[in-house]
């Protein structure tokens, strides 16, 4: 199994994701460079966190538009798993692999801290290491975190379980207090029609090990590497 991790200036979470995918696979990811027009075949894309091209105009508005975008979202179309974290999830809205938009926290604050999730749905390759129901710790940090799109939309996501993760408190409740940025209905992470594209604002890669403070992040890892590799 192979897998790769797009670049973009202003990345800062793409080392982070490259030690968890080594340690989940046992082999070197490759590091994609967001200039590159093609990608040689590989069986999993990660576009991470950071602030790729700092931000401008609007998160991830720029970088949708790399020569690397056009080849990732090539690769989904034809069913090649993607994973977009934090700042990736907001590239893979603006490239339209993901409906809806990430905008400005509702407090209209940076926040950096640990979250609770919710596992909505567990029959994904990305969260089959989870139970339905699950409560999960992960980091958050992010200005533009606060998932909106239209009614309809919406609905079509919790109707057809492309939901994947919910911010709650710690006993799984989804209120209002146990959301950071605003987010509609608590959405922390959905997922495209097809299944083989997840976007989420939290980080699980900086909670795969036990030295980080945590593992939660692991079994995301774990599980999609295994399910790639069999």
């Known amino acids: 199994m192979k897998s790769a991790v797009i670049v973009f200036p202003g990345s800062n979470c793409d080392r982070d994701v490259q030690v968890a995918l080594r340690a989940s696979l046992g082999a070197e990811p490759l590091m994609a460079w967001h200039g590159d027009a093609a990608l040689p075949a590989v069986d999993l894309i990660v576009v991470p966190g950071g602030f790729s091209y700092g931000d401008y105009l609007r998160a991830g508005a720029m970088a949708a538009h790399s020569p690397v975008m056009r080849e990732v979202a090539a690769r989904a179309a034809a069913g090649v798993p993607v994973l977009g974290i934090c700042n990736g999830f907001q590239v893979l809205c603006e490239a339209g692999l993901l409906p809806g938009a990430l905008m400005r926290n509702a407090g209209l604050k940076f926040i950096c801290r640990d979250v609770h999730l919710r596992v909505d749905n567990a029959r994904t390759i990305f969260t089959s290491g989870y139970a339905a129901g699950q409560v999960v710790?992960?980091?958050?940090?992010?200005?533009?975190?606060?998932?909106?799109?239209?009614?309809?939309?919406?609905?079509?996501?919790?109707?057809?379980?492309?939901?994947?993760?919910?911010?709650?408190?710690?006993?799984?409740?989804?209120?209002?207090?146990a959301n950071p940025n605003g987010s509609a209905r608590n959405i922390a992470g959905i997922l495209n029609a097809a299944g083989n594209v997840l976007g989420m604002m939290p980080h699980p890669e900086r909670l795969a090990e036990a030295a980080l403070g945590g593992t939660d992040g692991r079994a995301m890892f774990d599980a999609v590497c295994a399910a790639l590799a069999a």
């Open 137 to 177: 710790r992960m980091p958050v940090a992010h200005a533009d975190g606060n998932y909106n799109a239209d009614a309809a939309t919406l609905d079509a996501l919790e109707g057809e379980g492309r939901v994947a993760f919910r911010y709650c408190a710690a006993d799984g409740a989804v209120t209002e207090a």
